[in-house]
């Protein structure tokens, strides 16, 4: 299962949307979450929606309803290879979060099954 820390998935917002490549989309991302006022949330998008069902109580950052984690503070890393992808981001309190993605059609989705 992977670590998902205090990311929260969910449909994209248009800031947000996800392009062709890893490293924009999980910028594009963290960026909305930390500029757009909002309450530190980063929206992911998710596999399938049994995926957020299961693993929304892991992912509320602080001020929501389970209070697991800080909001991202910046992306680390970012590794492609072929439709695969490891995502690690810097949370507030200086731990990692890390998320494998995977693309499909041509959009990166964070893959909820991995492990």
Same mark, same amino acid.
């Given at each position: 299962?992977?670590?998902?820390? =205090? &990311?929260?998935? %969910? ?6 949307? !996800?392009?062709? *490549? ?10 909305? =979450? &930390?500029?757009? %006022? ?6 992911? !998008?998710?596999? *399938?929606p049994g995926c957020r069902e299961l693993m929304q109580d892991l992912m509320e950052t602080p001020g929501a309803t389970h209070d697991d984690g800080p909001p991202p503070k910046r992306l ?40």
């Amino acid at each position: 299962m992977v670590s998902v820390g =205090a &990311l929260t998935l %969910g449909v994209p917002t248009a800031a947000a949307a !996800p392009s062709g *490549n890893l490293r924009d989309t999980a910028q594009a991302l963290i960026d909305d =979450a &930390l500029h757009s %006022g909002g309450d530190g949330h980063v929206v992911l !998008p998710y596999t *399938n929606p049994g995926c957020r069902e299961l693993m929304q109580d892991l992912m509320e950052t602080p001020g929501a309803t389970h209070d697991d984690g800080p909001p991202p503070k910046r992306l680390v890393s970012v590794t492609e290879n072929g439709d695969t992808g490891n995502v690690d981001v810097e949370l507030a309190d200086g731990s990692i979060n890390h998320t494998v993605w995977h693309k499909t059609d041509g959009v990166w989705l964070v893959d909820c099954s991995a492990s």
